[in-house]
Structures are given as C-alpha cells and as structure tokens.
C-alpha cells in the first residue's frame, strides 16, 4: 500500500468522525502547497466549507502532554468520543504530522540568537525569548505550537480541529465564528488552496506569534518617547499592534502614552499621517512641530536597521527570516512621503 493511499484513508476516517461529531468538511483535503500544508478543494468547481462545532473545540488550558503526545486533562470534561477524536487528529495530522517539528525547529533557532538581538528585539518587539524559553523545552514547544493555532472563542482560547489547518494569506477573508463554531469563510468555488486572515497584524507580530514572514500590510512603531522641550510635552509609544484602527491615548499631566502607532499601510498609505494628525488633535497642543512623525518614522527605520544589523551576524534560518521581514518593513516604512 502506498502511503498517499494510507494518508488519503487517514484522512478519510478523521472527516468521518468529525462529521459523526457535528463537524462539517466538504469537498476538502489536506496537502502541500506554497505555504507548506494546507487545505484544498478536491473538486474545484464545487464550494468548500468546513465548520467546527462547539462540541470540537479543545481548551488551550486542557491540553497537556503525555508522552511526548498532545491530550486533554484527565479531569475535564470532555466525552471520550471528543477525547478519541482529538488524540486521532493530533497524532495524524497537527502535533504529531510535522507540528511539532516545525515548531521546534523555529524555536530552537530563537534560542540561538545571540545576546545583543534578544534584547533588542525584548526592547523593541516587545518578546522576551529568555522568558518564553523558561522551562522544559518539550513544554516550550508545545506551548509556542498551542499559542500559534488557538482562536479565541467567546473569549476563551481553544483549538479547532480541521478548521486550524487552513493556512493565514494577507489577501484573504475573515473567517467566521458563531455561537454554533467556527467555519472558514463562505467562498465560492475556488482552483486553489483555501486560506483565510487570522488578524490585522504587522509581519513582526506574524512572525514571533506565528513563526513565518508574511506581507502584512500594516506596520507599527516600536515603543519610543520623545519629549519636545519648547512646549514641554512628552509623547511616548508603548509600541503595541492595533485592531481596526484604535486609538487609545493615556494622559499623565503633560506626558502623553500612546497604546500603538501605524507607520504604514499599504492599502491606505495616508493613514499614518491622518492618524497623527488625529492624535494631535486629541492632544490639543497647535505648536506641536511639523515634521515630528517624520522623525518617529526615521527612528523606527534606525531601530530596525540595528536589529538587522545583528541579524546578520547569525547564520541560521530563522534569522535570515527576521531579516527578510526586517527589509520589508523598513522598505514600506521608508516609501511614506
């Protein structure tokens, strides 16, 4: 027998029992595309859909290792169907199908980056890797692996089988939760591999959270504070990504913080400067100097360029993807006029 043929079997009875479970897959299968594995229509004249039901989704906080193997806590509640299901979909086809190797892979290459870089990248992307890599090392990974595939649902992180195999594509829908799950986004019939958005995010978010370099469209400011000596205010940037163009200013007498700060968009290259401008305006100080966003973008291209710079000094994978995404955010920061 083949192992294509042992895989399509596989995958054959992991659809029957989600589907026994309340899960819905059609017209799916899982193979290699150019964002690794993915999923894809087999027949690509008919719509696919996938759709976990509430019944499916797994706590992050209930999984645990056993055995180098991903299961759910003895004590929780979770009928043995769910359990058996769970143990069959992470041995087949997550954790235990290059999972967990890709995972490690990624963060062993983390691990080796050299002092100046980790704190760079502690002061300015806002990761702590000595922090993230505190423990035993199979918890490490297990952890990152579980934190890369949990959606929040109803505010609790959980995992959803199948539907976590679609791959993330900047230009792609959302996908769609309800109180029934979670499914893919409702598509028409598609020639290609399916794939949706996780979330607004910058390529240096997408690539400590994720482990890979995307084409974002949005980039964020690191954290800086620079006080204007003349009108005696101080504005600072904690440095955090932002969802659906939010803007939170705290104020402590004359020293401004601000949650995050775009300094790039794509799609909208204005939006950097209309947001200032807005931000400004909230601070409500006229004399505030012109070309103040200018020196913000040129600070955050400095920053970056240190963070390449020690990059390059380590020769392994994963730093040269942390300076594949370095060049790309200083380039669309750089394009702002």
Known sequence: MSSNYAMEETWDFLLYEFRRLGGIADNVIQKDGECGRGIFSVDPSVKSRIFTPTKLLVKKDDIFLENNKLRIKKDKKYGQDVRNFFNFYQDNFSWGSGGKETTELFEKGLSLFNPNLKELIKKYALVDLEKRHKGTWENVVKNQFLNARVVKFKNISVIAPIWELVNHKVKSFNFILSDQGISIPNYPPLNSEITFTYSEMSPLSCFFDYGFFSEETMVFSIPFSVYLQN?????????????????????????????????????????????????????????????????????NISMRNKILDESNLIDNEVSKILTKLMHYEINLISSQD
């Open 231 to 299: 009108i005696g205010i101080k504005i600072s940037c904690k440095g955090k990504s932002l969802q659906d163009d939010s803007m939170k200013i705290e104020r402590s007498g004359n020293h401004f913080i601000l949650e995050g700060l775009p300094i790039a968009n794509v799609n909208y290259p204005k939006l950097p400067f209309h947001y200032f401008n807005e931000i400004l305006r909230k601070i409500g100080n006229i004399n505030i100097p012109q070309d103040l966003l200018l020196k913000i973008f040129n600070l």
